[in-house]
């Protein structure tokens, strides 16, 4: 695995083959991903693998959720962002408007309802935190999730995180048996890309990496 050229390489697609991926190919990927590091290695993750016509009839609930309660994907922030931040944010939907143009999609529709359906994946998976850990360990989540985007990629599969659909948290878990002391932190669309699609021709673009860096020498 040539680590850095994944890393340039890999991104979110957005439309998927209908193609299984192989059980056996998915528990390689969540047990390498399980080697990212924890806080006192206490590994407090949890995979929630969803596939097949289970996955297709959670996706049917959550469309529905979502045409009832109308909770649009966002950045979730508990106060106005920094225009910074939302520049970013209104830069990039402005560079995947062509590509919703040309397939003749309407972007809300799209992003939203495609959320809820994973993008079309053949494989859903949760990651889940024990409710009994401190909102620091969401930072172990961010890790292991990371290591998997790129062990995926490297397995010639695609992903997209998805985290609008944390906010259909009671309907994920009353038709999945979660138990209510776990939270769903974020879900992952799974599957080999459609690589026809032109949605899954763009790639979000990075700033530069001097906006982020403060040294002090």
């Known amino acids: 695995m040539d680590l850095i050229k994944t890393i340039r390489e890999r991104k979110s697609f957005r439309a998927f083959k ?3 991926i192989p059980k056996e190919t998915i528990q390689e990927i969540l047990t390498l991903a399980s080697h990212a590091p924890s806080a006192i290695n206490l590994q407090p993750w949890e995979f ?3 596939k097949g016509e ?3 009839r959670l996706s049917r609930r959550l469309i529905k959720a979502y045409k009832e309660k109308q909770i649009s994907c966002g950045p ?3 106060k106005p962002l920094p225009k910074t931040y939302a520049k970013r944010g209104a830069k990039t939907l402005e ?10 999609a309407d972007l809300n529709q799209f992003i939203n309802e495609g959320s809820c359906n994973f993008y079309g994946a053949p494989t859903a998976i949760f990651i889940c935190l024990d409710d009994s850990f401190p909102k620091a360990r969401f930072v172990d989540i961010g890790l292991v999730l990371g290591y998997l985007l790129l062990i995926a990629n490297e397995y010639g599969l695609g992903t997209c995180p998805i985290g609008l659909i944390t906010a259909y948290e009671d309907e994920i878990k009353e ?5 209510e002391n776990k939270i769903v ?3 992952i669309a799974l599957g080999y890309p459609d690589l026809k699609n032109p949605i899954n021709r763009f790639k979000s673009p990075r700033e530069d990496i001097g906006n982020f860096i403060r040294w002090i020498e």
Do not use: S, T, Y
Request: proline share 10%; net charge negative.
């Open 76 to 78: 979730g922030n508990v």
């Open 185 to 187: 932190v974020i879900g």
């Open 175 to 179: 038709l999945l048996n979660i138990p």
């Open 48 to 50: 929630i693998v969803v």
């Open 18 to 20: 209908q193609d299984p």
């Open 54 to 56: 289970e996955r297709e």
């Open 95 to 104: 560079l995947m408007n062509p590509f919703f143009e040309e397939m003749k």
